[in-house]
């Protein structure tokens, strides 16, 4: 338990704040006994720190520069051009080309980024299979290729060749390049 009188403070009295001066605390930081309130501590594995004792960094892994993203943006649009022409031209082969989208896409991206993840390299990738999916519709629509449209009714009027299997191939890519990004 800490030692509230090396503080020269009672431990029965209400403290503010360092960070938030209309905020009573009872709470000190752990190292440097600097009042804080819920919102300021940190859990370490010695107690509540404040941020400046907590020394939170981002890990290197998270850390991600705005030249990594520049190299996975351009990456992933050559990633999904690539896997989106293939599903365009051979429309038969879909879940194949949509699964070589799930998983080339997120490697180009990891490759381009040095390995890092996170939430703006996970939104990258999910841009870039929603682009690949987008092109490749507008590749069977240009080249009118022969595509059976499903024969739901929900699905009979849509454009670009969508069907209820388009959707779970497009939802299986997304669900890949999210994973491996995060």
């Not at 605390?25 to 919102?39: F, N, S, V, W």
């Not at 365009?88 to 070589?100: K, Y």
């Not at 987008?134 to 069907?163: C, G, Y």
């Not at 497009?170 to 999210?178: I, N, R």
Request: net charge positive; glycine share 6%.
């Amino acid at each position: 338990m800490l030692d509230f009188n090396t503080h020269n403070h009672d431990p029965e009295a209400p403290m503010y704040c360092a960070n938030h001066p209309k905020v009573e605390t009872y709470l000190r930081c752990g190292k440097c006994g600097k009042p804080i309130c819920a919102k300021c501590r940190v859990s370490t594995p010695v107690g509540f720190r404040c941020y400046d004792c907590a020394n939170l960094s981002v890990l290197p892994t998270y850390a991600v520069s705005p030249s990594y993203y520049l190299k996975s943006v351009l990456a992933a649009l050559a990633a999904a051009t690539v896997s989106g022409a293939l599903m365009g031209f051979f429309p038969n082969f879909e879940f194949w080309a949509a699964l070589l989208m799930g998983i080339i896409v997120p490697e180009a991206i990891a490759m381009a980024a040095n390995q890092k993840r996170g939430p703006g390299l996970q939104a990258v990738g999910v841009v870039a299979v929603l682009y690949g999916f987008a092109l490749s519709r507008v590749i069977m629509e240009v080249f009118d290729t022969m595509i059976f449209r499903s024969t739901l009714p929900i699905f009979r009027n849509w454009p670009f060749f969508i069907n209820q299997y388009t959707i779970m191939w497009l939802a299986l890519a997304l669900f890949l390049a999210y994973r491996r990004l995060k």
